[in-house]
């Protein structure tokens, strides 16, 4: 709601026209306008993570702008887009905003039929993104999946790093994406300072999360 409320508060003034100054001696007898029109129709394709939150960074931003909206989820995550989309059209809103559920293929066919395309996914599948909006003259941003690496410096609590890396790299049921780290990179000097393992940490995560669940589990049968 507040990137709604924040897109809806600066639309106009995000969207109203520009005059730039000219410069250089081609410009002086130039006025010069940029003019801000939407694209048609957006198509927005987003991962199975976050799947409410990732169409909603996405999604508002365009209508906002004027532009409908073809939203795609991942195939394994599709009902957070159907009740937004049932939620649009609850509350009376045009009918800008449509969904299509599907695997690979309904994703080359969004990419078809839009005039530009948002992609949020692995780095495979927005290659085939790039390579299909290119071969069209078609605009696209893509945001690549990945993992965020853990610099350990010489001089860092190295037992602390262990636990904070293995927690971060799991936080969320390991969902978080490029959020979370996967990849360690650490100084020679400190390997022989070290006296907790990776492989430790995650075993008192996976031991911790098991407790966690059977006590939950206790609780609803109570």
Same mark, same amino acid.
């Given at each position: 709601?507040?990137?709604?409320? !924040?897109?809806?508060? *600066? ?15 081609? %410009? ?23 799947? #409410? $939150? ?10 906002? $702008?004027? +532009? ?10 599709? #009902? ?35 005039? !530009? ?22 605009? !696209?941003?893509?945001? #690549? ?13 190295? *037992? ?8 971060? %790299? #799991?936080? *969320? +049921?390991?969902?978080? +994406? ?45």
């Amino acid at each position: 709601m507040d990137l709604i409320n !924040y897109f809806g508060r *600066n639309a106009e003034k995000f969207l109203h026209d520009d005059q730039p100054s000219p410069h250089g001696l081609l %410009g002086w007898t130039k006025k010069l306008t940029t003019a801000y029109r939407p694209y048609p129709l957006v198509g927005v394709i987003t991962p199975w993570n976050f799947p #409410l $939150a990732m169409a909603g960074l996405d999604v508002p931003p365009a209508l906002v $702008a004027g +532009a409908a909206v073809l939203l795609k989820p991942s195939e394994v995550t599709p #009902l957070s887009a159907l009740e937004l989309a049932r939620g649009w059209a609850e509350i009376g809103a045009p009918e800008v905003f449509a969904i299509a559920t599907g695997r690979g293929e309904t994703g080359a066919a969004v990419v078809d039929a839009v005039d !530009y395309v948002q992609f949020t996914g692995s780095t495979r599948t927005g290659q085939a993104v790039a390579r299909q909006c290119v071969d069209q003259l078609k605009p !696209y941003s893509l945001e #690549l999946g990945g993992k965020d690496p853990a610099l350990v410096l010489a001089d860092a609590d190295i *037992n602390r790093a262990v636990h904070g890396i293995a927690w971060g %790299g #799991l936080m *969320n +049921a390991a969902r978080s +994406a490029c959020r979370s780290s996967a990849s360690t990179s650490r100084r020679r000097s400190t390997t022989s300072s070290s006296r907790s393992s990776p492989s430790a940490s995650v075993n008192c995560v996976k031991a911790r999360t098991a407790r966690t669940s059977a006590s939950i589990s206790d609780r609803w049968r109570t």
